[in-house]
């Protein structure tokens, strides 16, 4: 089995709320990614964990904030964004960060809208 | 810096054709090269990942080439369907970018009609 499951599918926020977006993989994984994608654009890496710690941060704001709770699961807690933060945000992981011959995986995504 | 390219941006073919769709990279110094569909408003799917020191890899009706040294890979779609419609993204895994990050170019938006 080769899924990876984000939740919510849609997510509508304002500018004030505080909101969270899920991803889960029971792969056995050990390396998880969140990305960032426009329309007609590629996805754009935000953050990379690597053995439930933080390994790269793409100079994202810190309206964004990630966790990693455990190696199957990973947040992105959603704080004052801006309209400009409309997106669709995929999840995806890998067996191992550090062996860069692996294939990653993704999620189907949330579709995020700042209203 | 490493740069992804995919040409055509889009292309549009009957249903039945063999097609070819490209993709060039500028520092040969990568991992592997990753293909990928996407369906409008989807995650992204991976069809087919090639180790720098393979030449090609196949899965069903997709064949995918890689030529580290000229910066070049191709995805054959062979008999391509309705179903095949999607975007199709190449990614690099690079030795020099942090992390060994995927690079990923625009993407070819394929209209395959019926």
């Known amino acids: 089995d080769t899924e990876v499951t984000q939740t919510p599918k849609h997510l509508v926020m304002g500018m004030t709320n505080k909101k969270s977006l899920k991803c889960e993989q029971h792969?056995?994984?050990?390396?998880m990614y969140w990305y960032k994608q426009k329309a007609k654009k590629p996805p754009e890496l935000m953050f990379v964990?690597?053995?439930?710690?933080?390994?790269i941060n793409e100079s994202v704001p810190s309206r964004f904030s990630p966790e990693c709770p455990n190696s199957s699961l990973l947040n992105l807690h959603l704080h004052a964004l801006q309209p400009e933060d409309s997106a669709l945000y995929l999840c995806?992981?890998?067996?191992?960060?550090?062996?860069?011959?692996?294939?990653?995986?993704f999620g189907p995504g949330t579709r995020l809208t700042v209203t | 810096k490493q740069e992804v390219t995919q040409i055509p941006a889009a292309l549009s073919v009957p249903e039945g054709e063999n097609l070819v769709l490209n993709c060039s990279f500028t520092d040969s110094a990568i991992y592997n090269l990753q293909w990928f569909r996407q369906d409008p408003g989807k995650g992204l799917t991976s069809l087919l990942l090639i180790q720098s020191s393979q030449r090609e890899q196949t899965s069903g009706r997709l064949n995918a080439s890689l030529d580290k040294s000229s910066g070049r890979s191709t995805l054959y779609i062979a008999a391509s369907q309705p179903g095949d419609s999607a975007t199709y993204l190449c990614a690099v895994k690079g030795i020099y970018n942090q992390g060994g990050k995927l690079i990923f170019g625009q993407g070819t938006e394929l209209s395959v009609k019926p």
């Open positions: 995806a992981s890998s067996q191992d960060h550090r062996a860069f011959t692996y294939e990653q995986y």
């Open positions: 792969m056995g994984h050990r390396a």
């Open positions: 964990y690597s053995y439930e710690k933080l390994s």
